[in-house]
């Protein structure tokens, strides 16, 4: 048995703190919620914690000696080994990961067994890595919010806020769900617009590189029929010609072929974009642009509405204070223009004002949405308004999406028959003046 000591609310919402004594951090919690209390902290004492880390400690080094012997053995055999993923974990794995842990709570298994077997069913890789460092310090007494804490590559702050809230609540299964449902739509809706953008993107690559081979391969050709003839060259044509030199490389005093700029050149654009945005004014900058441009601008604020609802929305409702919520869901939102209207309206708040006045004044969304907020905020049922707001909004982004997409298709085939016409008619019409001298002579 060991000693822990805790910090909890009493049922009137007061701070108490107090010590129990149990085999596990579970069993501690366990026995404080029996008392009638809702836990915010529980830890270990420190001999306690000792004994802890240094048990853990053994179990890490067999661990790591048993993974070595292993490892040893699968050399000798010739097997090759699976390396770990570098960076962030997969939204796909989280939220399975997420889903699991809430069923497993849900039945009323100890929250570190939940942890364990989650992480020895995970495959090699960056998951599996976060967890066993989880496992550890939930072991050694940590919330897990504070576990999950630890590791910002795998769980955001949005992530933790909702744990942490779950654990004070004591309905952790009912967050974890939550989280799953919301990282689920936030995916769907990502997944939708990338996948819209599919179509143009590789159209326009296919039609650069085909442009490119002509102007490197085909036109060269033609010029050197031209120059056997000894004719005289349209404008259109020797613009073509000048071009095609370029692209090959040929034009005086040319230090870098063409064809190097035009593939280099998306690079080049994407490098400065990322390093504009680092800035604050050029991130400002960006994002009030897009929402200006015509049909790009409206998809850009209905994705960003359906988004910064949701968020907030499933903050609120897993009991997250509201002004922390809002700044979650400030630093997630994802455009500048929102952002500065959100620290607006936590600003409103702070000072005991209204959340819709602020965003009334800013006129970044439709009155339509701030006067759902109103009426959410009148009746107490805030977060099920924004849940409203973001699931129709998620409708009108399918909308918004199939827009763009007509909008473009025909914008792309006007373009590239415009580029294919300018070339043909560029070569013919020397072809013309060779037949007509040929027939004149």
Not at 34 to 63: C, H, I, M, N, Y
Not at 146 to 159: C, E
Not at 236 to 246: C, P, V, Y
Not at 392 to 409: C, F, I, K, P
Request: glycine fraction near 8%.
């Amino acid at each position: 048995m060991a000693t822990f000591q805790y910090e909890a609310l009493d049922a009137s919402g007061k701070p108490t703190t107090g010590s129990v004594e149990a085999a596990t951090s579970e069993d501690a919690i366990q026995e404080i919620r029996g008392q009638g209390l809702f836990p915010t902290s529980v830890t270990q004492d420190e001999a306690g914690k000792k004994s802890s880390r240094k048990s853990s400690a053994k179990k890490k080094k067999k661990k790591e000696k048993a993974k070595k012997s292993s490892g040893d053995k699968e050399k000798k055999k010739g097997i090759n080994f699976s390396i770990p993923s570098i960076g962030g974990v997969k939204v796909k794995l989280l939220t399975q990961f997420t889903r699991q842990l809430s069923t497993l709570q849900d039945a009323g298994l100890p929250l570190l067994r939940s942890l364990q077997i989650l992480e020895q069913q995970q495959k090699a890789g960056k998951l599996k890595s976060i967890l066993g460092g989880v496992v550890e310090d939930v072991e050694a007494g940590s919330t897990l919010s504070d576990a999950f804490a630890k590791h910002p590559k795998g769980f955001d702050r949005l992530y933790c806020k909702m744990v942490a809230a779950g654990e004070v609540g004591g309905v952790l299964d009912i967050i974890l769900q939550r989280l799953a449902n919301f990282m689920e739509k936030a995916a769907r809706l990502r997944a939708r617009i990338k996948g819209a953008m599919i179509y143009p993107i590789v159209v326009i690559i296919i039609a650069v590189l085909i442009v490119t081979g002509i102007m490197y391969f085909v036109i060269p050709k033609f010029q050197a029929i031209f120059q056997d003839f000894d004719i005289e060259l349209p404008g259109l044509t020797n613009f073509l010609i000048n071009a095609s030199s370029w692209v090959a490389g040929n034009q005086p005093g040319q230090t870098i072929p063409g064809w190097a700029v035009v593939f280099a050149s998306p690079f080049v654009l994407y490098m400065v974009f990322k390093l504009l945005r680092k800035t604050q004014f050029g991130r400002a900058a960006f994002d009030w642009l897009v929402l200006k441009i015509p049909v790009v601008g409206e998809l850009a604020e209905k994705t960003t509405v359906a988004r910064f609802t949701r968020t907030l929305g499933t903050l609120v409702s897993a009991g997250v204070p509201i002004l922390e919520a809002i700044n979650i869901t400030r630093d997630t939102c994802g455009n500048w223009v929102f952002e500065r209207t959100l620290q607006k309206v936590h600003d409103s708040i702070r000072e005991g004002e209204a959340f819709a006045t602020p965003m009334r004044e800013a006129k970044v969304v439709d009155p339509i949405v701030v006067n759902m907020i109103d009426v959410g905020e009148e009746t107490g049922d805030l977060d099920v308004m924004l849940m409203k707001i973001a699931d129709n909004y998620d409708e009108e982004v399918d909308v918004a999406v199939q827009s763009l997409l007509s909008l473009l298709e025909p914008m792309l085939i006007v373009v590239l028959g415009g580029i294919v016409g300018t070339i043909v008619l560029a070569l013919f019409l020397p072809l013309v003046k060779m037949i007509q001298s040929v027939s004149e002579g």
